[in-house]
């Protein structure tokens, strides 16, 4: 017994070892490849085709057959996924939110849409920050090409004062001020969000107060004609707004202007300085334009530092603790729609921050029509609504060699099969007691021997 | 010893992966169908309980074999008193299958190992002869059918913006000894059987539409003094997948059975026609696919009408893990005639099923 288990494991690991080679060979692309070239027309097997290379990390070669298969049939919604989960691999967002798109108009899964509306937020956020890179990249072209004097950027304030709480009114503040420039139809304001992305690029910001000279550069790669410098000095009760006006093409600064009041009065100050600054800009306001811009989103200080806060939250990427800071604003002032809105924003981001392209992908699920599809993919069958010549030769060969239980074989596990006609029973067709009627008792079938 | 099993064991997930067999799969898929023709003390029930067993054998991408077997239970009730049952397995089929070029081109070949029930007694003949009605449609509709081999060929083409399949096979079987008649063996050699089929389908809109057209030839069934032949059976079948939105699928299928004039014991064995139409919707709440369906069956023997039966049903899929779990039901109702009961006979049924797939 001895000298026969060395010669057993020998043969065992004769078996496994080609056995694992061939497990090495099950890689579906060749078999899909054959495919798409007996049919190039057929959306299933480019589909297929490009659903196989994202998984094998081809994005290119992906993106490239999913096109295809959406030009073909562009209600196509897994082409439409891969095809956006391909592009945004390769870093290309604009395309991939295209495909997102796409999907959300045409996808079949629900719980996938959900999951690609909340990465389409995400996206958004990582465009931006792929922008304010793009253009720090490109500075010396992008700062040649002066902004309009009428596009104006508000960096966040600099505070400066003994209680660092109210420091993230810095942001709050100059949110204020951008929604308050931006009632007027003669400026371009910057988003906030553009241009805190930007100053995080260029870690505007690094102290969290915003450099006079960075901000500059800042404004001339946001392409910027003019720059708000504001800033806030708390004195005791007192808080001290000023702002002046800085040309971004001369980096000449403008005469600066102040307001004081008392902490309470915070925002009386806010509208204050915000009419001084249209004055220094030269605009003067409708009628309609200067009641929209008295209005104030809350009076409660409070909401407004949670709401200030969550703006910190969010800019620093904590969209949970952002999403807390403006429930607490709302909840302090309910009628404080920004914070909502903020609110609702942020829960979004959070959402979408947790979804990745593994998650997308596996929010298809095992089954279901489109699972279906991406099953087809992982096992080198490109079978589906679209037909594919694959599933036309199973049903060629279900039909020549059946099985004698095929319902249950081919029909039970395929619900876009149709039901099978019935097989033939030989000897009881032969001999016709297959038939079924009312007559009682049994047949009785005589046979006559030679 | 313990050691070179437990080498053994150890080697066999590696073998059955590295084989190709990560992608076997297991269907065991008990099915519950029963059908009451007529009432009181004349209602005949048929009942089959039965476990289909399949094993699906991927060994290579081009090379898989699949092997079916099943235990199957089936009952005749006449009034409240059971007439005749048949109980045991079924025949196993194995089934192999190479496929060259593409994947569009399979050789297959099968054989019938006679693992089921033969020499059927004078009193379960009635459940052996009602299982394989053709109307009612019998997941198990035979117990056995006696050693045999098939082999065939199948291949698809696209032409133009539609896929063409064809393909022929042969049937050869051996003669076995399916009942046993007045103390003496009944020995038949089922005919051989050569079947040629064309399929197309193409996309139509969102949809797809696909048609099927197969030709069963056969020869004589051989007995030991006489010959039978069950008629040539022409099959066509179609549907049309129509996207309904949101998902959800509209499946309008039909096959229809054409079975032609055929030679029995008594004299000229009458032409057949079973006609079935479905329509399915197929649409997902979560992660469950749910198709309900209405069909319809509509039987005539030598152009008379004989039989129609409606039936109500609905499918299910989820999956659990590695499962694929599809439970179905289904309610039928109908009437049958013949030239001594023209007035007909209601038909009522029921049937439920539970399949599970592993892989």
Partial sequence: ?450 | MRRLLALTLLSVPTLVGAQGLQDAAVIVAPHFTQYNIGSGAAKKSITQMAIPLVFVLPFTDRFSVDVTTAYATSDVKFGDSTASSLNGLTDTQIRANLSFGGDFLILTAGVNIPTGQYTVPEEDQVAAGQIGNDFLNYPISSMGNGFAGTGGIAIARPVGSWNIGAGASFRKSTRFTPFSVQSSDFRFTPADEYRVRLGADRPVGSGQVSLGLSYSAFGADATDSTTYSTGDRITATGMWMVPVGDGANLYLSGWNLYRLKGQQLAGDAPSENVANLNAALSFSAGEVLIQPSVEGRLWQVDGARSGQLFNLGARVRFAAGRFSIFPAAGYSFGTIWSSLDPGGTDVTGMRGSLTIRFN
């Fill in chain 1, 1 to 450: 017994m001895r000298s026969v288990r060395p010669l057993l494991t020998l043969v065992l690991l004769a078996i496994a070892a080609p056995a694992a080679q061939a497990q090495r060979g099950s890689d579906p692309i060749p078999k899909l490849e054959a495919a798409r070239a007996a049919n190039p027309g057929s959306v299933a097997a480019l589909r297929s085709l490009g659903v196989a290379y994202y998984k094998a990390q081809r994005f290119a070669d992906a993106r490239t057959v999913l096109d295809q298969a959406r030009r073909l049939d562009p209600k196509d919604g897994v082409s439409a996924l891969y095809a956006g989960l391909s592009a945004e691999a390769l870093g290309d967002l604009t395309n991939a939110k295209a495909a997102y798109n796409s999907y959300l108009a045409v996808g079949r899964t629900r719980r996938t849409k959900s999951q690609i509306t909340a990465r389409l937020v995400a996206l958004q956020r990582t465009e931006m920050l792929a922008a304010a890179k793009a253009a720090v990249a490109n500075e010396a072209q992008v700062s040649a090409t002066p902004g309009s004097p009428n596009t104006v950027a508000v960096p966040p304030f600099r505070f400066s004062g003994p209680d660092v709480s109210l420091a993230p009114l810095e942001r709050g503040i100059a949110e204020m001020v951008i929604t308050d420039l931006g009632r007027s139809s003669r400026l371009t304001v910057v988003e906030r969000d553009r241009m805190q992305a930007l100053a995080d690029e260029i870690q505007l910001s690094r102290t969290d107060r915003v450099d006079a000279a960075s901000a500059v550069r800042a404004g001339r790669l946001i392409q910027a004609g003019r720059l708000i410098n504001g800033s806030l000095v708390q004195s005791g009760q007192q808080i001290v707004m000023g702002a002046s006006i800085v040309e971004v093409p001369t980096s000449q600064v403008g005469q600066p202007t102040q307001v004081t009041n008392s902490l309470d009065a915070i925002f009386a100050a806010e509208k204050e300085l915000v009419l001084r600054i249209f004055t220094a800009l030269g605009v003067t306001l409708t009628p309609a334009e200067r009641q929209l811009v008295d209005q104030r989103p809350t009076n409660n200080l409070q909401a407004f530092l949670a709401y200030s806060r969550g703006l910190q939250a969010n800019d620093d990427g904590r969209f949970e603790d952002a999403a807390r800071f403006f429930e607490t604003a709302r909840t302090l002032d309910p009628g404080f729609g920004a914070a909502n809105a903020r609110f609702q924003a942020a829960q979004q981001a959070a959402a979408a921050a947790q979804v990745t392209s593994a998650s997308i992908e596996s929010s298809l699920g095992t089954t279901g029509f489109e699972a279906d599809q991406v099953t087809a993919a992982r096992t080198g069958t490109p079978a589906d609504r679209t037909g594919g010549l694959n599933t036309t030769l199973q049903r060629t060969l279900t039909d020549v060699n059946p099985s004698s239980i095929t319902p249950v074989a081919n029909d039970r596990t395929v619900l876009n099969e149709a039901p099978s006609p019935p097989r033939l029973d030989a000897p009881s067709s032969g001999t016709r007691i297959d038939q079924i009627g009312t007559t009682t008792g049994q047949v009785i079938i005589v046979v006559r021997r030679p």
